[in-house]
């Protein structure tokens, strides 16, 4: 009875503390079985373990007892081949992912073994399963880590990176378990969807994907499209635009909205900028194009700011990932902006291309027939992951209880006595001898702290996206006596700080200090982020300490609660805050932001989800193509004097097929890059909707999907057009001088979230703009 109520109870307190937490009982209780075997298969040979494994091969689908032997010989195989025996904490999180769960674990509880474990079981199960990274180095580094565990249980393992050539690449993703950036294995989807013979395609089709720091991909960066582009011409940025907006002035020429998302010219500025354009009349028809370049150049030169959204190295603009604090490799913001703050920071434009195919991370992830992942900061997205993938989210018990003790926030009233509060107990701390790591909001604050702390006789190290390629041996130190690591965002490092370095050679004097002491000089526009940093303190119950500064004029504030509530003092000597409605007004504005976010994903969603769904209507008609002789004997049917012609040429059969095949792909190909480019036109010109009281997803889907019929029935046409026009040869038809000419070089790149508005939000920026300079 007793045991009855124990589990009722664990499992009320699940429902009441763990929103959207799966029930951990069933796994809890196949731990004894899996421990009674043990002692069985530590008396193995490594080949013997290797052949048990493979019995696994016949089980069609895991049932309780195939999760035991699963995690007996995962559990082996770690202690023979990297030395660590999974914990039982660390088995219910292998568990959990073979069911098909998001596990929560916190930083430290080995999620990267849970994760080899699953993707090993999975493998037994003759799936091929991708083990998805947030970024290279994290790829290569597991996979070679983890290979002995795979090699005992006969399970083959690879991973993919950028300097890999095709064939690499294809002999990577044959294996049963492909480690591989989320960004790699998507651009390798692009490139796949373009080819023109079944031989060149490198992936299998999609059947499991397990995804590491699953909130920062499926959640973060969900919304963010990888672009495969093909050369078109050099972009060209507005330099005389350009040169105008550099000198016109906030308040007088421009305003900006609270959020730093909005710019636009005041009736003073809109004449300047017609004057020095030679009197163009800008919100005429004819002025429409200069319009568009100054309201582009107007944005790069107000709302983007070097060293917090960007940084300006080697002669290139490198955009900065702000979940991330690190360089955004190969991310760019759509053409024009991109080009504009090339122009705003004087520096070489980069090529424009074509767009000939795109996915966002959330379409390339709904691919997968199953997916599952591991983070330790789940739980505050877990609506999230059930509304967008349909995912329960499975809050995995830490091993050894967390002693961390977490401070309250400290708030002030300006950042500036925010700063001097910092910095003193920086020196307090660090004169104990006590590690210390700051977690700061971008390069800009991080580098000015450093400056500050040095200036003070405080030397520290910074860890920002000018030298994150040094981030592994600088995180290893972080936990040394004396230690003051001053860092960017977090998330995603993929490096445990270990209490006295990464040797721990001064572990227990460290412990005896009190552990790592983390500092936030500031919320995070999302609570997981500032989880995350804490999480970095305390890691497999060792002692530590965090606390967030803040002020009332941060940021966050600012843009999401700015209307501070009546009657908040703060003290005159430090400007510190202690009323708890200055603690209220800060969770408040967190909670906006959080909103915030997730409506622009919804509302990303909306319109990418028609998207997706044409672009899987249209790959199963390219599929038939690739694989069947259907582009042939559409085009004999077509026309059939010139199909008879051209076989009779080439006396080969199967080089007939290949070039009509050819043909048809490239039609197909090219008219998918002119829909993708009508439907930005389309969602560009569709914020006036608004003003007339119409749905703007309404009128989108309205224009999309009449075009989009047209593309099969227009691809077949200029196919047999193509056909009848050519010249045929001996050799057969000379494509390129047909017209069937494919980028003679392409590229592929993320974009960066959308960095406008809603919507309705530009559309009343326009209107009120126009107001304006109606009422003068």
Request: with cysteine; glycine share 8%; aromatic share 4%.
């Amino acid at each position: 009875m007793a045991a009855l109520i124990s589990r009722v109870g664990k499992r009320l307190r699940r429902i009441i503390q763990r929103p959207g937490s799966v029930e951990l009982t069933r796994y809890e209780a196949l731990l004894p079985a899996i421990e009674k075997l043990e002692p069985e298969l530590e008396k193995l040979s490594d080949q013997g373990l290797t052949e048990r494994a493979a019995k696994l091969r016949e089980v069609a689908a895991f049932g309780d007892d195939d999760l035991v032997e699963v995690c007996a010989l995962g559990r082996e195989a770690a202690r023979r081949g990297i030395g660590e025996r999974a914990f039982d904490v660390q088995l219910i999180g292998t568990m959990g992912l073979l069911t098909g769960h998001i596990v929560q674990m916190e930083t430290g509880e080995g999620k990267t073994l849970a994760g080899a474990l699953a993707a090993a079981g999975f493998g037994l199960q003759g799936k091929h399963v991708h083990v998805v990274t947030v970024n290279d180095y994290l790829a290569r580094r597991d996979a070679e880590w983890m290979r002995p565990i795979y090699d005992l249980l006969g399970v083959s393992v690879a991973w993919v990176e950028p300097l890999h050539s095709r064939d690499e690449r294809r002999e990577s993703y044959n294996a049963e378990v492909t480690y591989g950036a989320v960004s790699e294995i998507g651009f390798d989807v692009l490139r796949d969807r373009l080819v023109t013979s079944p031989d060149d395609l490198v992936q299998p089709p999609p059947e499991i994907a397990i995804v590491d720091e699953a909130d920062s991909v499926l959640v973060d960066e969900a919304r963010v499209p990888l672009v495969m582009a093909g050369t078109v011409d050099h972009a060209v940025a507005d330099e005389e635009v350009a040169k105008i907006v550099r000198r016109l002035r906030l308040g007088l020429h421009y305003e900006t909205d609270s959020d730093g998302r909005n710019a636009w010219l005041t009736t003073a500025g809109s004449s300047v900028v017609e004057k020095s354009l030679g009197g163009v009349e800008l919100y005429d028809d004819s002025g429409s194009s200069r319009l568009a370049a100054v309201n582009v150049a107007l944005h790069a030169h107000a709302l983007l700011t070097r060293d917090v959204d960007y940084l300006v190295r080697d002669g290139k603009v490198q955009l900065i990932n702000a979940a991330r604090g690190r360089v955004a490799e190969l991310q760019r913001w759509p053409d024009g902006l991109q080009a504009a703050v090339e122009a705003k920071e004087q520096v070489a434009v980069t090529d424009r291309g074509e767009i000939l195919d795109s996915i966002t991370v959330q379409a390339l992830l709904a691919r997968y027939p199953k997916v599952a992942g591991m983070t330790g900061t789940a739980v505050a997205v877990a609506e999230q992951l059930r509304e967008f993938y349909k995912l329960e989210v499975a809050v995995i018990p830490p091993n050894t209880p967390n002693v961390r003790e977490d401070a309250p926030d400290r708030i002030y009233s300006s950042p500036s006595q925010k700063l001097r509060a910092i910095e003193e107990e920086i020196r307090k701390v660090h004169e104990t001898g006590q590690p210390i790591l700051v977690g700061t909001q971008d390069v800009a604050e991080s580098e000015e702290l450093a400056e500050k702390l040095a200036k003070a006789d405080l030397p520290c190290v910074v860890l920002n996206a000018r030298n994150d390629e040094e981030e592994a041996a600088i995180i290893a130190d972080a936990g040394k006596r004396d230690a003051v690591t001053v860092s960017t965002q977090m998330a995603g490092r993929g490096t445990d700080i270990r209490l006295g370095g990464a040797d721990g050679a001064d572990r227990e004097e460290v412990a005896e200090l009190g552990g790592l002491h983390v500092i936030g000089t500031a919320r995070y526009p999302s609570s997981r982020l500032d989880g995350q940093l804490r999480g970095r303190s305390g890691r497999q119950g060792d002692p530590g300490s965090a606390v967030f500064f803040a002020s009332l004029n941060d940021d966050l504030v600012l843009s999401n609660a700015p209307d501070l509530p009546d009657g908040i003092s703060d003290d005159k000597e430090t400007g510190e805050i202690t009323d708890p409605a200055a603690h209220r007004q800060l969770n408040h504005a967190q909670r906006v932001a959080e909103g915030v976010d997730l409506e622009i994903h919804r509302n990303t969603w909306r319109y990418t989800r028609l998207i997706e769904r044409q672009r899987g209507e249209l790959l199963e008609h390219r599929d038939k193509v690739l694989r069947t002789d259907f582009a042939a004997e559409a085009l004999e049917k077509a026309e059939p004097e010139k199909y008879k012609e051209l076989t009779e040429k080439l006396d080969d059969e199967t080089k007939l097929v290949q070039l009509s095949r050819e043909i048809m792909l490239f039609h197909l190909d090219q008219l998918w890059s002119d829909h993708l480019a009508f439907l930005t036109d389309v969602r560009e010109s569709i914020h006036l909707r608004a003003l007339a009281r119409e749905a703007p997803l309404d009128e989108f889907h309205r224009a999309a999907i009449p075009e989009f019929h047209k593309i099969i029935p227009q691809a077949a046409e200029r196919s047999a057009k193509t056909l009848a026009e050519a010249e045929i040869t001996d050799n057969g038809i000379d494509l390129a001088e047909s017209g069937v000419r494919r980028a003679n070089s392409t590229w592929t790149y993320l974009v960066h979230d959308n960095p406008f508005d809603s919507d309705f939000e530009q559309t009343l920026k326009r209107v009120r703009s126009m107001m304006k300079r109606g009422k003068e």
